[in-house]
């Protein structure tokens, strides 16, 4: 889903007072979204968000069992859904620990319906954008490890079979059409004597 269809979102509300707890989920629900779970403390919180996976989860930061804090860091941390946390704290140091904790966006209390929209788009596209750069991030991990077994493996050939550097690469090249695989598979043959020439 990109970060500006938020007309249909899933959202987990946690927030203790009863009260407050009705309002954000009316007002979710006026702005069009489904409200898949409503919370009392924190740790109701983590476990619907592993249950329902929702698009986003909206934490109080003060809840009796465990805090919103600690809980939007398990959420958070698991990438299981956006966290917006809401307080009825506006200092620095809650909305730096909010932030460390994960959370990608911030609501003070008291709200109103023009307050969630914004704080839901807003947090959406950091939500989005945390997700594709570790994409990109475990991705290039992926080509490095890949890259290092290529090295690793014309090593091998260079040493045991007395080929040059462009002839080791040419010979995992081949191997690796041959075989119908990757060239880090056909390298990791190679480093595991499973393959030689």
Known sequence: MSFEATNSLRVV????EAVIRMDLVEM?????????????????????ARE?????????????????????????????????????????????????????????KPFTMNDLQPALTLGLARWHQ????????????????ATEVVEQAKVILQRDHGMSEAEAFGWLRRAAMNKRVTLAEAAAAVRAGDSNP
């Open 52 to 108: 329902q996976l929702p698009d986003v989860v909206f934490l109080d930061v003060a809840m009796p069992k465990r805090d919103g804090l600690s809980a939007a860091e398990e959420i958070a941390g698991a990438e299981l859904a956006a966290v917006i946390m809401v307080t009825a704290f506006s200092d620095r140091e809650i909305a730096q620990r909010a932030a460390d904790a994960g959370a990608v966006a911030f609501i003070v």
């Open 130 to 145: 945390v997700q594709s750069l570790k994409k990109d991030v475990a991705n290039l991990s992926d080509r490095a490890r």
């Open 13 to 16: 509300v946690a927030e203790d």
């Open 28 to 48: 979710l629900s006026e702005l069009g979204h489904e409200v898949v779970g409503e919370a009392g403390n924190g740790q109701q919180a983590v476990d619907l």
